[in-house]
């Protein structure tokens, strides 16, 4: 069964400033997509950024971008330049023939 | 832009009664999803659709039964509501494996049982 694993349950980031949120992640599948997803308070979860697993180039989305190390099962988040409006819960997910598996997630709190 | 409409944004319901949670997406998605979200367990899912009148059970699918008679709507179903089922409740929709797989989601409904 795939499982990822976010060990940071909440985190907090001066406004302007990087913050990189982990992720982990168990599979013995070779061909999958990684994605993180936003969620702001009270508000629909959102994709932020996505990853197939065949490349082997790190996924970029403005300020938000990805270190994927397959090898060592790892997907973590960079955000540059926080601005408070990515206050919100971020889920790792992983996906494989069409079901996806999430992470308990990262509450990110940005502060001004 | 793609919608994914939950019926409901707050609910509250009594021990013992039947809910119905209806989601409706308007991008002819194959795929629809039904996961329930609680803190520190990040989303579960409950059951999810393939194609109309396919089901297949998810991680936690006790207590739970969902009908799929249309293409756009997909509906969740506790038979008889316990207090252990108040959570958030998350429906999304995707296209099918040949897309690139990104969910979209509802914007949640919200289930008190008391």
């Known amino acids: 069964a795939q499982t990822v694993t976010q060990s940071q349950p909440e985190m907090s980031v001066q406004e302007a400033e990087t913050v990189t949120l982990s992720c982990t992640y168990d599979?013995?599948?070779?061909?999958?997509?990684l994605f993180w997803y936003k969620q702001p308070p009270s508000r629909q979860m959102i994709l932020v950024i996505r990853?197939?697993?065949?490349?082997?180039q790190n996924a970029t989305e403005n300020r938000f971008s990805v270190n994927f190390q397959k090898a060592a099962k790892s997907f973590s988040l960079k955000i540059s330049d926080s601005q408070l409006g990515d206050t919100a819960m971020y889920f790792c997910?992983?996906?494989?023939?069409?079901?996806?598996?999430f992470g308990s997630g990262t509450k990110l709190n940005v502060k001004p | 832009d793609v919608k994914v409409t939950q019926s409901s944004r707050y609910l509250v319901k009594r021990t013992g009664e039947k809910v119905f949670l209806e989601c409706v997406q308007d991008?002819?998605?194959?795929?629809m999803f039904w996961y329930r979200q609680d803190p520190g367990l990040g989303l579960r899912l409950i059951y999810f659709?393939?194609?109309?009148?396919?089901?297949e059970k998810g991680d936690i699918p006790e207590g739970y039964s969902v009908s799929r008679e249309k293409k756009e709507r997909f509906s969740l179903i506790l038979e008889s509501a316990s207090t252990n089922q108040t959570s958030m409740y998350l429906c999304?929709?995707?296209?099918?494996?040949?897309?690139?797989?990104?969910?979209?989601f509802g914007e949640g409904s919200r289930l008190t049982v008391l």
């Open positions: 999304a929709s995707s296209p099918p494996s040949g897309g690139r797989g990104e969910l979209f």
């Open positions: 599979t013995s599948e070779n061909n999958y997509y």
């Open positions: 990853q197939e697993a065949y490349k082997q």
């Open positions: 997910a992983f996906m494989n023939f069409n079901k996806f598996y």
């Open positions: 991008m002819d998605h194959e795929n």
């Open positions: 659709s393939y194609d109309v009148k396919m089901k």
